[in-house]
């Protein structure tokens, strides 16, 4: 019993990974301009940058 309550508890409170997506409008959006952006705001957390059009203009994704 005490187990099964020592390993829910760690499960609960251990802090868990998580990613996030986030997008800024970025006219004209380049991908060196999107990945030093999105790096600057995600720091050690950034993982990936993606420059789209939408039918609002351009946008820069920021995946951490």
């Known amino acids: 019993m005490i187990l ?3 390993v829910v508890a760690m499960l ?6 998580a990613e996030c997506v986030f997008g800024i409008p970025l006219n004209p959006c380049t991908l060196p301009e999107c990945t ?5 705001i995600l ?3 950034f993982m990936s940058a993606s420059c789209t059009t939408t039918s609002k203009g351009q ?3 920021c995946f951490g």
């Open 59 to 61: 946008i820069c994704f």
């Open 43 to 45: 720091g050690p957390k």
């Open 36 to 40: 030093a952006r999105c790096k600057e």
């Open 4 to 6: 099964v309550v020592t």
């Open 12 to 17: 609960v409170l251990m802090p868990q990974p």
